[in-house]
């Protein structure tokens, strides 16, 4: 089980650390969703990372977070140079946060470019993306039922070995009442949270959470330590 010891895991900052080396984050969504990926990215900020960008075609104005004008009203192909180029300048890319269900072609032409990737809501579609490095896949009930075709018990264990049949090509933190966290080895279940969780946004809060910590950390105990930290 996710308990407090893991918060040991985080790497304690230098006295001389500069900006950047907090980790820099780069949130790919929005459009039919405006808020999702300003969620996300503040979550980002909260996970400890020192700069977040949001590339999306709807702006907010929230100072903490830089703003990546997408043109339209909707991520396409026709952005995925643009997407590129700031996916490569990241240390972990979050994707998928109020994106819609069309725009999976430009998350699957970015994910190879990204050294880290956490893929949430809308990028969890068939086929799969991939990064070019570790990768943190977030899935409700329903998101996971949407690729695998198997809607997850209830029970723990029963919902974990469904999570181990899977076959994700990264960490499955598949989301409930109690979380399960899988690297296709290695399980582990968080147990905080409470019912006040049902509200619209905190999946895009714990996607944020984890691409910060995934800036320093390997992608299970960073799944792990976000799904304990958000609940």
Not at 133 to 157: K, L
């Amino acid at each position: 089980y996710v308990g407090p010891g893991d918060i040991t895991l985080i790497p304690a900052r230098k006295a001389d650390a500069h900006k950047g080396q907090g980790g820099e984050v780069l949130v790919i969504g929005g459009g039919p969703y405006q808020g999702a990926p300003y969620l996300a990215g503040l979550g980002a900020l909260r996970g400890g990372a020192d700069i977040v960008r949001i590339a999306s075609p709807v702006f907010e104005p929230v100072p903490d977070l830089i703003y990546e004008p997408i043109a339209g009203q909707m991520i396409g192909m026709e952005h995925a140079e643009d997407l590129i180029r700031l996916a490569r300048k990241a240390d972990v890319v979050v994707c998928g946060n109020g994106l819609g269900a069309n725009s999976h072609d430009v998350v699957r032409a970015v994910a190879p470019h990204c050294k880290k990737a956490v893929f949430d809501a809308d990028a969890l579609r068939l086929p799969l993306p991939a990064a070019g490095g570790e990768a943190i896949y977030t899935p409700h009930a329903g998101e996971f039922s949407r690729i695998t075709g198997v809607m997850p018990p209830e029970d723990p264990i029963a919902r974990a070995q469904e999570a181990l049949r899977a076959g994700f090509p990264g960490v499955v933190l598949l989301k409930g009442h109690t979380d399960i966290i899988t690297d296709g080895t290695c399980v582990r279940f968080n147990r905080t949270g409470s019912t006040a969780m049902t509200v619209g946004g905190t999946g895009d809060v714990l996607a944020g959470v984890a691409g910060a910590l995934l800036c320093h950390l390997p992608a299970f105990e960073a799944a792990c330590i976000a799904a304990y930290v958000n609940g």
